[in-house]
């Protein structure tokens, strides 16, 4: 019997002849749909033109919008872009920036058209607060010098709270049209002081206006700072129990205010502004647990042994006083970060002598400053808990960001070369290495790991990124430092508030000098991170790290190009690497170019002491 053949189930009988039929069509079928669908059916890209082209010229180009110039020549019909115009002050020390509100586009040089130039957010108003320091009145020498140190240090505080410090003097009050008249009337000699006060704030136009020894202290977002930070005072204000350390107002509501006190005073024999107005003309603000005021009476009850010093020799006694606030003010700041200082350190088995310099630094912020009264604490913050050598706030070096209140974010961002190098153990990086081996944007992917997951696109994790160095909220949680560069910047006390207690001591008084990087507490490492370095790896990094700052630097064309293919492969990792740089340089051109305005003002500022490191605080001696 033949054999019977079916076809959806029903049986068909096949002669040989219908068989080659059907044999041909279903070949003519076959051929026809794969020439149809081949075209989409294969996955289009890099990943194709990489495999074919792997051993040609793969290296990635920029995107073409990175030069204004090969669009416009492949297109002509598109408009040449313009690249938007210089900002001032916008490059130093090898970064230049763009400041615009559309920071957060993952690449800046869709923006700015220049692939050296970083998009960075708009720089926040600094609203202005004054002092009244009065340059006329005869000092020694040695007080002129302690309350230099002081203003510094009050200087500093407040510019590192987002605000620009200003320090008046008799000048700005001589300027003032109402000085001739009170110049004219026979006022008590305090009175006569505090007006001079007011003429010199009246003088540059209202804000705030601050007592040299009120400071802020309180992390960045505390209520009283946040209001004051906003820059708008609609109504004459003064703080509850604050004396005269504080004052808000509107150029309008100053004036009225001055002239009333001059011409219309409530008393005659009035000793200061506030006795000389009526009750009516300020809002009494009850709140203020962000503000430290050191006047004479806190002193005398909370810092009795200062205001002992302050009494046998005011020249000392001021110097005790500004070791006081200055360590008030670390003391503060470590208040505001429980969950200690995060070292990110990704991939940690080759990056140990990358990370050093922030691991130095977070050291040194958690070490105890020098203090003539270790165990007390702000006047504002009664209940903190005094810094104890014996037990330092927790370092740890987790290979991951993570966005967490309380946490303080040391990062030290590596140019793609950089972490190549060091992971690899690899110092003869070429072309064809870059192409066949390089993990792409590796240090960026294995930072955000965390945060974003895996199979995030480059982009995403740059924008996170950005968000992180530079959102309103990282600013005080976190400070990004390039790894390439050879110390730490030495402003940073300006970045914190206060002097950083840089090679401290270990009990904060004695003699006894910084414990080597072999005796301190070894910051927290989590197994889960990854591997730490065997001690013939960890001698191999220091020679890498240098050799990687000399390609950075090298102007040969072969270690430029290599450098240009690695960027070119890095986009996002490049990019970060750019914004960080940029970012950190552009808040120390803002505080140089204050610096540089304040210079022609009287009262101190601009003096050699801005970049003195703290080396005199350790030699504290009672
Ligand atoms: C960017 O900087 C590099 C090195 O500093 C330089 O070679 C390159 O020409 C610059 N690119 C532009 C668009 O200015
Ligand atoms: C971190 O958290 C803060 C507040 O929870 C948020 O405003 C900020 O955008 C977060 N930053 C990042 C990089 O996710
Ligand atoms: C801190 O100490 C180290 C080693 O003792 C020294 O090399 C460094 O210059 C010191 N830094 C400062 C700022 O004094
Ligand atoms: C800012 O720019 C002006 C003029 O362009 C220059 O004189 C000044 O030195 C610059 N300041 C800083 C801090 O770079």
Same mark, same amino acid.
């Given at each position: 019997m033949p054999k019977q053949h079916t076809l959806f189930g029903r049986p068909v009988r096949l002669s040989p002849r219908r068989i080659s039929l059907l044999l041909v069509g279903l070949g003519l079928f076959a051929f026809f749909t794969l020439f149809i669908t081949l075209p989409s059916s294969i996955p289009q890209g890099p990943s194709l033109s990489k495999t074919l082209a792997d051993h040609k010229i793969p290296v990635p180009k920029v995107p073409k919008i990175h030069n204004p110039f090969s669009s416009s020549i492949l297109n002509p019909f598109r408009p040449a872009?313009?690249?938007?115009?210089?900002?001032?002050?916008?490059?130093?020390?090898?970064?230049?920036?763009?400041?615009?509100?559309?920071?957060?586009?993952?690449?800046?040089?869709?923006?700015?058209?220049?692939?050296?130039r970083s998009l960075l957010p708009p720089?926040?108003?600094?609203?202005?607060?004054?002092?009244?320091?009065?340059?006329?009145?005869?000092?020694?020498?040695?007080?002129?010098?302690?309350?230099?140190?002081?203003?510094?240090?009050?200087?500093?505080?407040?510019?590192?709270?987002?605000?620009?410090?200003?320090?008046?003097?008799?000048?700005?009050?001589?300027?003032?049209?109402?000085?001739?008249?009170?110049?004219?009337?026979?006022?008590?000699?305090?009175?006569?002081?505090?007006?001079?006060?007011?003429?010199?704030?009246? @003088?540059?136009?209202?804000g705030l206006?601050? %007592?040299?020894?009120?400071?802020?202290?309180? =992390?960045?977002?505390? #209520? *009283?700072?946040?209001?004051?930070?906003?820059?708008?005072?609609?109504v004459l204000s003064r703080w509850e129990g604050m004396d005269n350390a504080l004052f808000a107002?509107?150029?309008?509501?100053?004036?009225e205010a001055v002239t009333k006190a001059l011409r219309h005073p409530e008393r005659k024999d009035a000793k200061d502004f506030i006795s000389a107005v009526s009750a009516d003309t300020f809002l009494v603000d009850p709140k203020h647990e962000g503000l430290a005021s050191y006047d004479p009476r806190t002193i005398e009850t909370k810092f009795a042994k200062v205001g002992e010093q302050l009494g046998a020799n005011r020249a000392t006694g001021l110097q005790s006083? @500004?070791?006081?606030?200055?360590?008030?003010? %670390?003391?503060?700041?470590?208040?505001?970060? =429980?969950?200690?200082? #995060? *070292?990110?350190?990704?991939?940690?088995e080759h990056t140990t002598t990358m990370v050093q310099p922030a691991l130095d630094l977070a050291t040194w912020l958690t070490s105890c400053p020098d203090t003539p009264m270790p165990a007390t604490c702000p006047p504002n913050l009664p209940k903190c808990s005094p810094c104890v050598a014996t037990h330092p706030m927790k370092i740890s070096t987790p290979a991951r960001y993570r966005n967490t209140t309380g946490l303080y974010t040391i990062g030290t961002v590596p140019h793609p070369y950089t972490f190549a190098a060091l992971n690899t153990l690899k110092s003869d990086i070429d072309i064809p290495w870059v192409r066949r081996k390089m993990n792409r944007d590796l240090w960026l992917a294995e930072l955000t790991k965390e945060h974003l997951g895996t199979g995030v696109s480059?982009?995403?994790? *740059?924008?996170?990124?950005?968000?992180?160095?530079?959102?309103?909220?990282?600013?005080?949680?976190?400070?990004?430092?390039?790894?390439?560069?050879?110390?730490?910047?030495?402003?940073?006390?300006?970045?914190?508030?206060?002097?950083?207690?840089?090679?401290?001591?270990?009990?904060?008084?004695?003699?006894?000098?910084?414990?080597?990087?072999?005796?301190?507490?070894?910051?927290?490492h989590d197994p889960g991170d990854g591997l730490l370095p065997t001690a013939e790896d960890l001698m191999l990094e220091p020679e890498l790290m240098q050799k990687a700052r000399d390609i950075g630097k090298s102007?040969?064309?072969?270690?430029?190009?290599?450098?240009?293919?690695?960027?070119?492969?890095?986009?996002a990792d490049v990019e970060a690497w750019k914004f960080a740089r940029a970012f950190l340089a552009r808040s120390r051109v803002e505080r140089l170019k204050w610096e540089e305005e304040e210079r022609k003002y009287a009262g101190g500022a601009g003096s050699d002491k801005e970049d003195k490191r703290s080396g005199g605080w350790s030699r504290w001696t009672e």
């Open positions: 872009i313009h690249a938007p115009p210089e900002q001032k002050n916008s490059t130093y020390g090898g970064s230049s920036w763009y400041a615009n509100w559309n920071w957060r586009s993952p690449f800046s040089s869709s923006v700015t058209l220049d692939e050296n720089l926040k108003d600094r609203p202005p607060i004054y002092c009244y320091y009065d340059t006329t009145v005869q000092r020694e020498k040695a007080t002129q010098e302690a309350e230099s140190d002081l203003l510094l240090t009050w200087r500093r505080a407040w510019w590192a709270q987002g605000f620009k410090p200003i320090i008046l003097s008799a000048p700005e009050a001589i300027n003032n049209p109402l000085y001739d008249e009170l110049q004219r009337l026979n006022l008590e000699p305090t009175f006569k002081t505090d007006m001079m006060r007011w003429l010199a704030w009246e @003088n540059m136009g209202g206006l601050a %007592h040299h020894l009120l400071f802020p202290m309180a =992390p960045r977002d505390d #209520a *009283v700072l946040s209001y004051l930070r906003r820059g708008e005072y609609p107002g509107t150029k309008t509501a100053i004036t006083l @500004n070791y006081l606030i200055n360590a008030h003010l %670390h003391l503060s700041w470590l208040g505001s970060f =429980p969950k200690g200082i #995060a *070292v990110v350190k990704p991939l940690p480059g982009s995403a994790r *740059v924008i996170t990124f950005k968000e992180a160095v530079a959102g309103d909220w990282a600013t005080a949680h976190s400070i990004w430092l390039t790894a390439e560069r050879e110390t730490l910047p030495h402003d940073l006390d300006w970045y914190f508030g206060f002097a950083i207690p840089v090679n401290a001591t270990d009990s904060g008084k004695s003699e006894t000098p910084v414990p080597g990087p072999e005796r301190r507490p070894k910051p927290y102007k040969e064309k072969k270690d430029i190009d290599v450098r240009n293919a690695i960027e070119a492969w890095n986009l």
